[in-house]
Structures are given as C-alpha cells and as structure tokens.
Nanobody
Framework: VQLQASGGGLVQAGGSLRISCVAS????????MGWFRQASGKEREFVAA??????????DYADSVKGRFTISRDNAKKTVYLQMNSLKPEDTAVYYC????????????????WGQGTQVTVSS
C-alpha cells in the first residue's frame, strides 16, 4: 500500500487545519489507517487512528489531542482525514500517515506502510 499525505501548512495558534491521506494499491476488506507525528528533536508519536473497510470505524486518539482532533474516513476513496482544531504551537510537527493490515493495536506495534509526511506549523 502506498500512502500520499497532503494538506499541511502554517496556521496560527487556535486555528484549524485538515490533512488528508490517500491509500493506493491493494487493501483488505478491513484495515487501519492513522496519523503519527514527529516534532524536531523528538521521537515519533501516535496521534490518531481509525479502522477502515467494512468494520464500524472505531477510532483512537492520543490524550494530547482528544477533544481537538477528529479522524474520519471515506472508505470508497481509501482516504483518511485529520481535522485539527484549537491548534497549539506544540502540535507543530511533521505528520505521517500510516496504514496496517490489522487493527489499531497492530498498527501501534508497528505500521505496515508509511507516507512521506506533511509539515504542520502552528505559530504562537
């Protein structure tokens, strides 16, 4: 599976931004897509994930983004979106799209595929 992320940019603190990720290639009937981020000088961290395909679209979020970020899906387009509201300077990072053939838990152990990343910068 190949992943193409888009939609990053520069936004002021308190603003909103939506990033997208499209999967191409063969996918199973049920799989997981999500977002991780890596700030300069820090390790990559989990942001959000959603089950794709025929399942119920279960989601999971990092505590740091709960209530501010929303992950959603378009199964027909094999696309996942991350709506980011009330952005803070500490949200500044390169956001990476990830996909896994298994569950969210499986992806957290190590995603099967990674996208190229999109920069999100939040100014104070």
């Amino acid at each position: 599976v190949q992943l193409q992320a888009s939609g990053g940019g520069l936004v002021q603190a308190g603003g909103s931004l939506r990033i997208s990720c499209v999967a191409s290639g063969r996918t199973s009937g049920s799989y997981t897509m999500g977002w991780f981020r890596q700030a300069s000088g820090k390790e990559r961290e989990f942001v959000a994930a959603i089950n794709m395909g025929w399942n119920d679209g279960r989601t999971d979020y990092a505590d740091s983004v709960k209530g501010r970020f929303t992950i959603s899906r378009d199964n027909a387009k094999k696309t996942v979106y991350l709506q980011m509201n009330s952005l803070k300077p500490e949200d500044t990072a390169v956001y990476y799209c990830a996909a896994d053939r298994g569950t969210i838990r499986s992806m957290l152990r190590g995603a099967d595929s990674w996208g190229q990343g999109t920069q999100v910068t939040v100014s104070s």
